[in-house]
């Protein structure tokens, strides 16, 4: 069946440093992939998607880009700031469903 | 503003009781969602609606009921036959997309069962 693994936390960085996310994914045929963001006793917001092949998302800094020879959709930011510090989910969607699968979340410590 | 709301944030309850969770949404979505998490686990979907009067088993649905009488609302109800109830819940809507869409999420209820 479908199944997101994604990097265990918690990643802690400095702010200002560069983050990188892994998130790998077992589909049949083409998901829809997406990283949700989890802020401190709080639901989860979108933080950006890609519904094919070799499409970047990106919003606020952050940037995935659907890997289909991969299967991955890692998350990325340039620059990390204090306020960044969450949890990261990776999700992903099957053909025809919107049911999400998530994985298991990683969090996000950024230190001044 | 349009959006999920999830009431009460806190709710504590005995063992062996049954107990109701809010979600009222004004986003005007079909499909309606609810889900658990537990530290280290993820989300684990308990059951979704995509329609009125209609809804379906989640991986995780023995334990708890639904109900979709109105398309704003979608209240689930922890049972006492749910072995382990204590937990934060997670209600979502999202417009039907065959996967594309996004789920928008309420702030949660975090449920400790005593």
């Known amino acids: 069946g479908n199944s997101v693994t994604q990097m265990e936390g918690p990643v802690t960085l400095s702010e200002e440093a560069f983050l990188t996310i892994n998130c790998t994914y077992t589909?049949?045929?083409?998901?829809?992939l997406f990283w949700y963001v989890q802020y401190p006793g709080e639901g989860l917001q979108l933080l950006l998607k890609?519904?094919?092949?070799?499409d970047k998302g990106s919003n606020k800094g952050f940037e995935a880009t659907y890997r289909k020879e991969t299967t991955s959709f890692h998350l990325e930011k340039g620059s990390v700031q204090v306020s960044d510090s969450a949890v990261y989910f990776c999700?992903?969607?099957?053909?025809?469903?919107?049911?999400?699968?998530f994985g298991t979340g990683t969090r996000l410590q950024v230190f001044p | 503003d349009g959006g999920i709301t999830q009431s009460p944030k806190y709710l504590f309850r005995k063992e062996g009781q049954n107990v109701t969770l809010s979600c009222e949404q004004n986003?005007?979505?079909?499909?309606m969602y609810w889900y658990r998490q537990d530290p280290g686990q993820g989300l684990r979907l308990i059951y979704y609606?995509?329609?009125?009067?209609?809804?379906q088993k989640g991986d995780i649905a023995e334990g708890y009921s639904v109900s979709r009488e109105k398309k704003e609302s979608f209240p689930l109800t922890v049972t006492s036959a749910q072995k382990n109830p204590t937990a934060f819940y997670l209600c979502?809507?999202?417009?039907?997309?065959?996967?594309?869409?996004?789920?928008?999420f309420g702030p949660g209820t975090r449920l400790t069962v005593l």
């Open positions: 979502a809507s999202s417009i039907p997309g065959l996967g594309h869409n996004e789920q928008f």
């Open positions: 589909a049949t045929g083409y998901p829809s």
């Open positions: 890609a519904t094919k092949a070799d």
């Open positions: 999700a992903l969607s099957g053909k025809n469903t919107d049911k999400l699968i």
């Open positions: 986003l005007n979505h079909d499909a």
């Open positions: 609606s995509q329609i009125v009067n209609d809804f």
